[in-house]
């Protein structure tokens, strides 16, 4: 059985920031991923980010896996798996991988998870209609694979997945509808929604899907209004012909891996689901067992990656002497911190203090 | 509305109407209603309805959806085969 310092699960952003801090600092990592790439959803990503320059602002989400690819592949110590699934992590760190049919085991002193998120669904009749899809299928479709997913599109979400989403879908010749929101806000930038109103997409806020129809596949939606509670307002509904629907209901973490390996749970909607306790490591209740990125809480891309610099550096500190270990960890910190400022920060640090616990291991 | 077209586990075809009628039978835990219907136990794992059914739960149980206990996590997270653990046991004699 191979015995590596570390094995981190995940290749998106969290996961290979980690894994470049803990090897690049002398530990011997293997990095496994579920994909056939590295890079998780950055590569999908064709717009620009925002934060600052050090996680790589005005930079396009698929070049900056590019980066990260780069900086990995300069280091001598990591071994990276593609095409392999973690399947289950054992009290003594061993973790069980499947690469095609290949059962393989290796022994690790420290775990990390960094299995990102997974989209939440939408229960409405018909909801199993063939072009009814998750945000995320269709961003795979467009930007990995060069695929239109349709003709027409109804966009179901106005966070920044869905308005960004939309956009791609009109650069790709696909005719947006609408997009519709349950809450009576828009929750992303509003930057991306005003692209979307001056092209002439309506956004309709208060409006949700009551149900689809279609002979063998989606071919019209029904949407209707909603009141306070959320309910369906009859007599409000409206008809839109359509091949596509496209969900973009919010993101849960995947930490299903967390809760088999031991880890002590909670559910915090702010953090869209069922997260671990962590302390200011991310370390878990179970020694040795680190979180980062949006399997402990949906965040984005730039603060997957400093939390994955910051587990990646802990554990190099923990292992090996790292000698300027507090000027960089407070570097790293000082960003996550300007990151998470201002009004969405303020919804996620409170959703982190929930979880956020001084030393469970003291 | 008809509940029998609201799909909300995919992997086993289990409607919002079969869930009802499930929970009105007495199978108001996510465990039992893993053990009776499959539900949570496809390929998927749970990764897509377990949300959709707690929430069921939670409304016909009038309690918050925090209480609630969500479905134990087993070994393995994704399906295999028992000759591809078999054929692995090389992993022991390696360093």
């Keep these: ?362 | 509305m008809n509940e029998k077209d609201i799909i909300v586990c995919r992997c086993s075809d289990i409607s919002l109407y079969d869930l009802k009628k499930l929970m009105e039978q007495g199978y108001t835990s996510f465990v039992e209603l893993k053990q009776i219907a499959r539900i949570g136990m496809g390929p998927c794992q749970g990764r897509t309805c377990s949300l959709l059914v707690l929430k069921e739960l939670a409304k016909f149980l009038d309690v918050p959806f925090e209480t609630l206990t969500p479905p134990t996590v087993r070994p393995t997270m994704s399906a295999l085969k028992l000759k591809m653990i078999a054929k692995g046991k090389n992993n022991e004699e390696q360093r």
């Excluded at chain 1, 590569?43 to 980066?67: C, L, N, P, V």
């Excluded at chain 1, 008809?239 to 995947?254: A, F, N, Q, W, Y």
């Excluded at chain 1, 997260?275 to 020694?287: G, S």
Aim: hydrophobic fraction near 40%.
């Design chain 1, 1 to 362: 059985m191979k015995h590596y310092d570390v094995v981190v699960v995940g290749a998106g952003p969290a996961g290979m920031a980690c894994a470049i801090n803990a090897t690049k600092h002398g530990l011997t990592v293997l990095l496994v991923e579920r994909d056939d790439f590295l890079g998780g959803q950055l590569i999908k990503q064709t717009h620009m980010f925002f934060g600052s320059e050090k996680q790589y602002a005005k930079t396009r989400g698929i070049d900056i896996a590019t980066i990260l690819k780069k900086e990995l592949l300069k280091q001598d110590h990591v071994d990276i798996m593609l095409d392999t699934s973690a399947l289950a992590i054992y009290d003594d760190k061993v973790i069980t991988l499947l690469n095609h049919h290949d059962y393989i085991k290796v022994k690790a002193n420290a775990i990390v998870v960094a299995t990102g998120a997974s989209e939440k669904v939408l229960a409405f009749p018909n909801n199993d209609l063939p072009g009814i899809y998750g945000a995320g299928a269709v961003q795979t479709l467009m930007n990995v694979h060069g695929v239109k997913p349709g003709k027409s599109v109804v966009m179901v979400g106005a966070g920044n997945i869905g308005l960004i989403v939309s956009y791609q879908l009109l650069q790709a010749g696909v005719d947006v509808k609408a997009v519709v929101e349950a809450s009576d806000s828009i929750g992303g930038y509003l930057v991306h929604a005003q692209k979307l109103r001056r092209l002439g997409v309506p956004i309709l806020t208060n409006h949700s899907v009551k149900e689809a129809h279609g002979a063998t596949a989606l071919e019209e939606l029904i949407i209707w209004k909603l009141d306070e509670n959320f309910s369906g307002i009859a007599g409000t509904e409206k008809r839109i012909e359509t091949d596509t629907c496209c969900l973009s209901v919010g993101l849960k973490p995947s930490s299903e891996m967390l809760r088999q390996a031991g880890a002590e749970m909670t559910y915090v909607r702010s953090l869209g689901g069922y997260v671990p306790y962590i302390n200011q490591n991310h370390e878990t209740t179970v020694n040795n067992l680190f979180v980062c990125g949006d399997v402990s809480g949906i965040e984005e891309a730039s603060s997957a990656m400093v939390e994955g610099f910051i587990v990646g550096l802990t554990l190099a500190n923990r292992f090996k002497n790292v000698p300027n270990f507090s000027v960089l960890m407070t570097d790293l910190k000082t960003q996550l911190k300007d990151l998470r400022a201002g009004e969405t920060g303020e919804h996620i640090m409170k959703g982190i203090k929930q979880i956020m616990r001084g030393d469970h291991h003291a």
